[in-house]
């Protein structure tokens, strides 16, 4: 599928933003305009209309990576030259053509 790199300050935000599935930041709590979880409260929100806010520490981190993942994935999919529909297979056979590339 792909790797994924992510910046070093992501660390330090998801950690934060597990504080509100703990209940420790309360839900209704917006952070305030350019704090970097801003950036994040609408999501952190979603999350936490799925899973509460009663979560432990260790639960509320595995939710806050998890979710990351389905973002991470849904960005890697979307990146894809090619996209898996007819008009995308055809495209990647035109390019494999183009490259002398022949059925063997």
């Not at 898996?84 to 063997?104: M, N």
Request: aromatic letters at 8%; a neutral charge; charged letters at 30%.
């Amino acid at each position: 599928m792909g790797l994924f790199i992510l910046p070093g300050r992501l660390k330090t935000e998801l950690d934060e933003l597990s504080r509100y599935l703990t209940g420790e930041i309360p839900i209704g709590c917006e952070p305030e305009e350019g704090s970097p979880l801003a950036k994040h409260y609408a999501w952190v929100r979603e999350i936490a209309a799925r899973t509460g806010t009663d979560l432990t520490r260790r639960q509320a981190e595995k939710e806050i990576h998890n979710e990351l993942g389905v973002k991470c994935a849904r960005v890697l999919a979307d990146a894809g030259v090619y996209k898996q529909t007819a008009e995308g297979r055809e495209g990647f056979v035109r390019f494999l053509r183009s490259i002398g590339y022949e059925k063997a």
